[in-house]
């Protein structure tokens, strides 16, 4: 992670704006497995604000990790879906 990074998160993830952040791509390779990740850095729209935080893309096992405080800044937005017993965040291309 970047070192201005604390706690694998941006200084000022998970604090609401009225404008989305410029998004930021961070492409890491592990040279002793081979294991790709992608630390990606968006906004998440929630009503009229943007929320914004860093998550990884793990390209190994096709998962996207979030951190328990992501989830609940998620969460307490409304970003998070529910059926059964399955939690997902539902991704939009921004046109109606």
Known sequence: FPENYVNKKHPLDYISAAEPIVPEFIHHRSDESGFYRLILRISW?????YI???FLLDF???HICFSSEA????????LIEEEDDLSYVRIHTGED
């Open 60 to 62: 190994n096992t096709r």
């Open 45 to 49: 729209k929630a009503g009229d604000r």
């Open 52 to 54: 914004p935080m860093t």
């Open 71 to 78: 989830y609940k800044a998620m969460s307490d937005h409304c």
